[in-house]
């Protein structure tokens, strides 16, 4: 009775591992394409021109993918030595060492070692919970089976080496390798392909940033086992051993330029990709993370002076305000202040710095790319090229002098009475002085001189949105980013050539290049009438409205821009090789200390930024090159130029003041 007894249970503690395992096979689905097709989220990286990185673009785990040949086999020895040294070996499970762990389990009564291999792990990670059930033991085991089927030795180990977790927030050990040690799995020393596979274990405990000896010992252990193994040498061991490794305790993010981080992701959707942040792109920009520095500093450089300014005018008109009650104090919210600035390569246009406010931490808003404000008289140039391709010059006489318009507006008699800033009027003056002084009514004589007509139609070869179909233009009255007036001042800095600003110019996915950027440009005039233009603008940053932007060494050209009320404050201009647009305002339009003008609130971030600019890149091209065909005269006692189109004027044309005054 007794052997009967004994045999049923031998019989029943024998079939019964089948039985089981066969009902887990029988009423489970093992899908395993998880793995057949791996296709992991993946981070994406953004670079600048010179190859640095901007930022890691992540959307829950980051990782980068490494292909199994770029691993090197050093960490695949180091990996098999410490986790799984039969790994080549079996089929997806190790008996003999399942058969240790279970007796060592009897033993103490608890699960003192496990008996995993990396393909029950891969498996366990991909395609299972953690949950520590005999249930999901056994379907682990039936799962790393399948999978030994179904995919190569090599393949399990890219997939196992790129899901598995390394601390730290990295997914994957080319993301280990790149966030602990900043560099390439192929850079790797020995002792840092141990501390590496050696995580996995216990991510938390063995992480160099938070517990740097624990992890050496750990690595240490993993040397030690190649080492037994007759993997490496003696010499090999003792210098791994010795060895104390920098590690690098970053974020996982990087981010160092936010706004461009920003721009390129609402440049992906134009595009139309939408999975930025889980593709794994290879993002390559134009911008320079260097001037992109300096561009941050000039932005808060004018702003600080700004609202020490303000403060300033404040202190005084209230003394004012004391003397004499009649004066009104202007309100002014200096909270509300704020800035841009947008730089970009003139014969490329690639941008090369953009910042969207003074503090990106305060406000994303970027008002570079997305804010939309009147230019004022940064858009006069524009008018002065057209009357310069229509054969004016520098020399021509252009009437400064009041004049009222009038004209109906639903239904009313309206009358328009524009001035200059200065509330003066010089009779006659020169189209140079006109401009190098921002007179707006001589601007709008020069518009009637042209006709509204012609000078709409020329004007239509820039593409300026909303252009204004009356005498209004004259004062800029439309509305543009900075980074669309940048686009449309190309054109003076680039020989007549107005080219597209670009930001991305290359998209990498997995080797292969899916994006490449193609220059978008547009002839506007030709360079002896974009280099007239730029003789006049080069004045006015001399001698005109913006000598706050003058750089000692470096010739600059460029317009300042102040919108009714002081609403909006510009200067946007150029080097022989870069266009540089700077803005300040507002944020709710109301309007800055009626001192506040283009020149002097974005002056000096212009001039700041380019002072920098020579500083870091001491060889830049520092003078404008005269294109041939241009004459330069000396004319009424100082310089002009004048071209084919634009021909000296004759003497009989100087008619009698007087008569040019009557309307």
Not at 197 to 207: E, F, I, M, N, R
Not at 211 to 228: F, L, P, Q, T
Not at 263 to 268: G, L, Q
Not at 561 to 585: K, R
Request: net charge positive; aromatic share 10%.
């Amino acid at each position: 009775m007794i052997k009967r007894t004994l045999l049923t249970l031998f019989i029943i503690g024998f079939i019964s591992p089948f039985v089981l395992v066969a009902y887990f096979l029988l009423f489970f689905d093992y899908d395993i394409s998880p793995l057949e097709n791996y296709r992991p989220s993946l981070t994406s990286r953004i670079y600048d021109k010179h190859g640095e990185k901007i930022a890691n673009i992540f959307q829950g785990e980051h990782r980068y993918f490494a292909p199994f040949e770029t691993i090197p086999p050093r960490i695949i020895e180091a990996l098999v030595a410490i986790e799984d040294t039969t790994f080549f070996e079996h089929p997806g499970i190790n008996i003999d060492a399942i058969f240790r762990a279970v007796i060592k389990v009897i033993r103490a009564g608890r699960a003192v070692e496990g008996a995993s291999t990396i393909t029950q792990q891969l498996v366990k990670n991909v395609l299972l919970t953690r949950d520590k059930k005999l249930s999901r033991k056994i379907k682990e085991a039936i799962f790393a089976i399948k999978v030994e089927l179904s995919l190569s030795k090599e393949q399990i180990l890219e997939c196992y080496l790129n899901e598995i977790y390394y601390g730290h927030g990295y997914y994957g050990i080319r993301t280990a390798a790149d966030g602990y040690f900043h560099k390439h799995l192929n850079e790797l020393t020995l002792k840092e392909m141990a501390i590496l596979v050696g995580l996995p274990k216990a991510p938390s405990t063995y992480a160099p940033t938070k517990n740097y000896e624990i992890s050496m010992g750990r690595a240490n252990r993993v040397i030690k086992r190649m080492h037994v193994l007759g993997w490496i040498d003696d010499i090999t061991y003792d210098n791994a051993i010795a060895q104390n490794p920098k590690v690098f305790n970053t974020t996982l993010t990087q981010n160092k330029a936010p706004f461009i981080v920003d721009e390129v992701a609402r440049r992906f959707r134009a595009i139309g990709i939408d999975n930025f942040k889980s593709g794994g792109y290879e993002i390559y920009t134009s911008i320079d993370l260097r001037l992109q520095q300096l561009a941050i500093k000039a932005l808060e450089f004018a702003y600080k002076a700004s609202i020490g300014r303000v403060d300033k005018y404040k202190a005084k008109d209230l003394k004012k305000l004391q003397k004499d009650e009649s004066f009104v104090l202007q309100d002014v919210n200096i909270s509300q202040l704020n800035g841009a600035l947008v730089s970009v390569d003139s014969s490329s246009g690639d941008i090369l710095a953009l910042v969207g406010s003074v503090d990106y931490k305060v406000s994303s808003f970027n008002r570079a790319t997305q804010g939309r404000r009147q230019p004022g008289s940064a858009f006069k140039p524009f008018i002065y090229q057209v009357a310069v391709d229509l054969g004016f010059s520098g020399a021509t006489q252009l009437v400064d002098i009041a004049k009222t318009y009038e004209y109906q507006k639903n239904g009313e008699d309206m009358k328009w009475r524009p001035r200059n800033y200065e509330k003066n009027y010089k009779g006659i003056v020169s189209l140079r002085e006109a401009l190098i002084h921002s007179r707006n009514l001589a601007t709008i004589n020069l518009v009637n001189d042209i006709g509204l007509k012609t000078l709409i139609k020329r004007l239509k070869k820039y593409d300026i949105k909303h252009i204004p179909k009356d005498l209004s233009i004259s004062l800029g009255t439309m509305s543009m980013s900075p980074l669309e007036l940048a686009e449309n001042y190309t054109s003076f800095a680039n020989n007549g050539k107005k080219v597209k600003p670009q930001m991305i110019l290359r998209i990498d996915q997995r080797n292969k290049t899916i994006y490449e950027r193609t220059e978008v440009s547009h002839q506007i005039t030709v360079p002896t009438q974009a280099y007239i233009m730029t003789t006049i603008l080069r004045d006015v940053v001399q001698r005109g409205t913006a000598r706050r932007a003058r750089v000692r060494g470096l010739e600059l050209a460029g317009k300042t821009g102040t919108t009714n009320n002081n609403v909006d404050g510009w200067l946007a201009g150029y080097s022989p090789t870069m266009t540089t647009v700077v803005w300040f305002g507002n944020d709710n339009n109301t309007p800055m200390h009626n001192r506040e003008t283009g020149g002097r609130v974005a002056g000096p971030a212009f001039s700041h930024f380019y002072r920098s600019v020579l500083k870091l890149y001491p060889q830049i091209k520092r003078k404008f090159d005269v294109p041939e065909g241009i004459i330069e005269v000396e004319y009424d006692g100082e310089k002009e130029y004048f071209s084919d189109i634009s021909k000296p004027p004759r003497t009989e044309d100087n008619s009698d003041p007087e008569a040019e005054l009557l309307f």
